[in-house]
């Protein structure tokens, strides 16, 4: 098997997972479940293989020519350097020990199936933001995070609380992504191009080519990563996200959703200037103190958690 196949594989198991669950195995828990399990500790294997056969290197893309409008151009591809790669191993093998734990704590829930097809497509959605070499591609993937998230909050719907924490996370999630494709349009209007190679080397080679909108358009794109990663004063979804099933409280917590946006600032850092980088650091160190003085107040474990996260990120 060709390497280059190894990344693509990661990326599509879980979306198989889930179509496969969706359409053929809704009945049968157990097979629902094992196909789920599977799908991504194969891909946590797989990704230890890729990275064992193919250390840390240079970045390197993959892809195919995805969509033409005249001279512009997007493609679906795969980045991979150093810090894609690394975010691959942590997603997939967070996320299979997330999955394995859930056949035993969701065990009898008569939504087995469903509940797994949901967290394969989440997992899916992850490695998409992680593997993403373009703003167009990340920005789908971090639009299916937000409908897979709130799928598994809401995932008990019959239950008031748990249903509204889903709308919640939901809407919230929204008003961030408003600004976050602001911010993508007005890079495309500035550089012509949404690939974050071309975009680096445009900014390398001419740090003023987005002119005077430099700092609005690092702002813009922080917004998404303020509704991801719970940042005031978007940060009022994360504690209520704790109505859905533990292990999805486990998969938002722990190192996958809501270090997407602090991932996504890693990953368009050569977009950010002084100016951005201030305002940001000033929201973070904000968010670090009210979250940890709430969480100083709470008596439910969760919430503390919740909180504790929001300090941290």
Same mark, same amino acid.
């Given at each position: 098997?060709?390497?280059?196949?190894?990344?693509?594989? *990661?990326?599509?198991?879980?979306?198989? $997972?889930?179509?496969? *669950?969706?359409?053929?195995?809704? &009945?049968?828990?157990?097979?629902?479940?094992?196909?789920?399990?599977?799908?991504?500790?194969? !891909?946590?294997?797989?990704?230890?293989?890729?990275?064992?056969?193919?250390?840390?290197?240079?970045?390197? /893309?993959?892809?195919?020519?995805?969509? +033409?409008?005249?001279?512009?151009?997007?493609?679906?591809?795969?980045?991979?350097?150093?810090?894609?790669?690394? #975010? #691959?191993?942590?997603?997939?093998?967070?996320?299979?020990?997330?999955?394995? =734990?859930?056949?035993? =704590? #969701? &065990? !009898?829930?008569?939504?087995?199936? &469903? =509940?797994?097809?949901?967290? +394969?497509?989440?997992?899916?959605?992850?490695? !998409? *933001?992680?593997?993403?070499?373009?703003?167009?591609?990340?920005?789908?993937?971090?639009?299916?995070?937000?409908?897979?998230?709130?799928?598994?909050?809401?995932?008990? =719907? /019959?239950?008031?609380?748990?249903?509204?924490?889903?709308?919640?996370?939901?809407?919230?999630? &929204?008003?961030?992504?408003?600004?976050?494709?602001?911010?993508?349009?007005?890079?495309?209007?500035?550089?012509?191009?949404?690939?974050?190679?071309?975009?680096? /080397?445009?900014?390398?080679?001419?740090?003023?080519?987005?002119?005077? $909108?430099?700092?609005?358009?690092?702002?813009?794109?922080?917004?998404?990563?303020?509704?991801? +990663?719970?940042?005031?004063?978007?940060?009022?979804?994360?504690?209520? $996200?704790? /109505?859905?099933?533990?292990?999805?409280?486990?998969?938002?917590?722990?190192?996958?959703?809501?270090?997407?946006?602090?991932?996504?600032?890693?990953?368009?850092?050569?977009?950010?200037?002084?100016?951005?980088?201030?305002?940001?650091?000033?929201?973070?160190?904000?968010?670090?103190?009210?979250?940890?003085?709430?969480?100083?107040?709470?008596?439910? *474990?969760?919430?503390?958690? $919740?909180?504790?996260?929001?300090?941290?990120?």
């Amino acid at each position: 098997m060709k390497l280059q196949v190894l990344p693509w594989l *990661i990326l599509f198991l879980p979306l198989a $997972a889930a179509g496969l *669950i969706t359409l053929f195995t809704l &009945r049968n828990q157990k097979l629902s479940a094992g196909l789920s399990i599977g799908a991504v500790v194969a !891909g946590f294997v797989l990704s230890v293989l890729f990275l064992a056969v193919n250390p840390l290197s240079p970045a390197r /893309e993959l892809g195919l020519n995805w969509l +033409s409008i005249g001279e512009f151009q997007v493609e679906f591809g795969l980045r991979l350097d150093p810090l894609s790669l690394l #975010m #691959m191993l942590v997603v997939t093998g967070v996320a299979g020990v997330i999955h394995i =734990y859930s056949w035993g =704590y #969701m &065990r !009898g829930d008569g939504g087995l199936s &469903r =509940y797994f097809a949901c967290l +394969s497509l989440f997992t899916f959605s992850m490695l !998409g *933001i992680v593997l993403a070499n373009n703003f167009l591609q990340l920005f789908i993937f971090w639009e299916l995070v937000g409908v897979s998230s709130y799928l598994l909050i809401g995932f008990w =719907y /019959e239950k008031p609380a748990a249903a509204d924490a889903g709308k919640k996370a939901f809407i919230t999630n &929204r008003l961030g992504d408003f600004g976050f494709i602001l911010g993508i349009l007005t890079v495309w209007a500035a550089l012509g191009s949404l690939n974050f190679g071309v975009l680096a /080397e445009k900014l390398g080679a001419n740090p003023q080519a987005l002119g005077t $909108a430099t700092t609005l358009a690092g702002l813009l794109i922080f917004c998404g990563a303020m509704g991801k +990663s719970a940042q005031f004063p978007l940060h009022v979804w994360l504690p209520d $996200a704790m /109505e859905g099933p533990t292990p999805v409280s486990a998969l938002i917590h722990a190192a996958t959703m809501v270090a997407a946006g602090v991932y996504m600032l890693c990953r368009v850092f050569f977009l950010l200037n002084a100016d951005a980088l201030e305002v940001i650091a000033w929201i973070g160190g904000f968010t670090a103190l009210i979250s940890a003085l709430m969480a100083i107040q709470q008596n439910d *474990i969760k919430r503390i958690l $919740a909180y504790s996260t929001l300090s941290q990120l």
